[in-house]
């Protein structure tokens, strides 16, 4: 008993020292050795030895060769943008969101792409809110979503048509687009207007209208959405256009974009 209860304490030592280690990675510095990773949280230097090239062996750290010390991965960097990302986000979103929420009773999201998915990150109810729509960590495929158009018709042209021609597009109702013209088309058309639409694509009887977020170099970086029944999905919330339109402007001066 006594041998099992210091084995997991010594593998919740690791865990922590491993989560000390990037930690240090994220306080500006690019590149850091091992002797200064012992040095600054203090381990011997045959432990963070040990503890790094274990991070290496797991992808998330790599030595540079040209200095010899170590980096974060490509992943790990991607990971941390993506967090900060989140978080401003979360930020600038905040009073926008409920600004909207105040003119339609339909579900708010704010969603990033992932891959050929959309993740939500943010979400708000009305009194009209649908259960069926995701939560916040949740995903959608993009294709079927007002979201996943606004941020694929984003992409540059050949990385979108890379990402399209990989893409299956699964059908989730009748009116899901399958067509892979047709969808480049529908792209064309979102990025054209400003917005993009779901008209029952996605679940029956409901549609979604979605606008861009943008960074302050003007890349869309999200985008925010309305979702709710309704009585026609070929109108679908066309009305909400502008107000979704405005909700992405200021979300977007929030995070130090242009209005």
């Known amino acids: 008993m006594s041998t099992t209860s210091s084995r997991g304490a010594e593998t919740l030592t690791s865990v922590a020292s491993a989560a000390r280690i990037l930690r240090e990675f994220g306080k500006g510095n690019a590149q850091l050795g091992v002797s200064q990773l012992a040095r600054r949280i203090g381990l011997s230097k045959s432990t963070a030895h040990r503890v790094v090239w274990t991070l290496v062996a797991e992808g998330l750290l790599e030595k540079v060769p040209e200095t010899g ?137 409901m549609a979604s209208i979605a606008a861009p977020v943008r960074d302050p170099l003007g890349r869309v970086v999200a985008a925010v959405s309305v979702a709710a029944r309704v009585p026609d999905v070929t109108v679908g919330l066309r009305h909400l256009a502008r107000p979704v339109v405005e909700t992405a402007l200021r979300i977007s001066a929030g995070l130090g974009g242009q209005r």
């Not at 991965?73 to 993506?82: E, P, R, V």
């Open 69 to 205: 010390l170590f980096r974060l991965t490509t992943t790990m960097s991607s990971l941390g943008a993506s967090a900060e990302t989140a978080h401003r986000l979360h930020e600038s979103a905040t009073i926008p969101l409920d600004q909207l929420r105040a003119v339609t009773d339909g579900t708010l999201h704010v969603a990033i792409l992932d891959g050929v998915d959309v993740l939500y990150i943010e979400r708000r109810e009305g009194p009209g809110a649908i259960s069926v729509f995701r939560a916040v960590g949740s995903r959608n495929l993009a294709h079927v979503t007002s979201t996943g158009k606004v941020l694929l018709a984003a992409l540059p042209p050949e990385q979108q048509r890379r990402t399209v021609e990989h893409m299956r597009l699964t059908p989730k109702t009748p009116r899901s687009i399958t067509s892979r013209s047709a969808f480049l088309a529908e792209l064309a058309t979102v990025r054209r207007q400003g917005y993009g639409e779901n008209r029952g694509e996605s679940e029956p009887g």
